[in-house]
Every structure is written in C-alpha cells, then in structure tokens.
C-alpha cells in the first residue's frame, strides 16, 4: 500500500512540473538572410495569453537566440502568431506560438 501511495505522489508532482520550452521548440531559417521562426507552445501551463508565460517563452526564445550565429549578435521579433491545435481538458488549448526573428540588428 505504501508502494502504492508514493507512486500516486510521484506521478502527481511530475504531472505537475513545468515542461521544458526548449525541448518542446524549433528554431528554423527562414528563406529571407538572418530571418529565424522559433515554434514553441502555450498549453495549461504556459497559456497562450499570460504576461508571465509570454516571459517565459521571450526568456527561453533569448537563450536559444544567443546560442546561433547571427543572432548571437542581437535580434528583433517582427511578428508574433498562435495557433489552436487542439482544445484541453482545462479548456486553455493547446498553442503552437510562432515567433519570426530578424537576427539583422
């Protein structure tokens, strides 16, 4: 029974850890010179219309931003999209958010 009741606690806590953004992201060239698309997601944990979730993704954007040549040299976000995958249990939705990056200064 112990066995038990320390699995059910283990399953809940990672159920409810936050999920790694960078993980759960691609960062693609565009066609156009030095211009990226960064896709990540907005879900019940990061949703898509929070000011502190937004800081999360802008934080986690700037991290793999800065690894990658040019826009280790500094970047600009020109446009910001999300779009419905698919409706949540908690009724939040799923997000793929899109964000495209000039990395021409």
């Known amino acids: ?3 038990l009741l320390l699995s059910i606690l283990v399953l809940a ?16 060239p565009l ?24 800081q ?5 954007l700037d991290k793999i931003a800065r690894m990658n040549p ?4 500094g970047y600009r976000i020109t446009n910001r999209a999300a779009t419905k995958k698919v409706d949540s249990l908690l009724g939040k939705g799923i997000y793929d ?3 495209t990056i000039d990395c021409n200064g």
């Open 97 to 99: 958010v899109f964000y």
């Open 13 to 28: 806590a990672n159920g409810c850890a936050e999920h790694d953004l960078g993980a759960l992201s691609t960062y693609t």
């Open 1 to 3: 029974m112990k066995k």
């Open 56 to 60: 999360q993704r802008l934080e986690q």
């Open 31 to 54: 066609p156009e010179p030095n211009m990226f698309q960064w896709r990540t997601i907005a879900d019940t944990v990061y949703p898509v219309n929070s000011e502190r979730a937004e």
């Open 70 to 73: 040019p826009c280790d040299q």
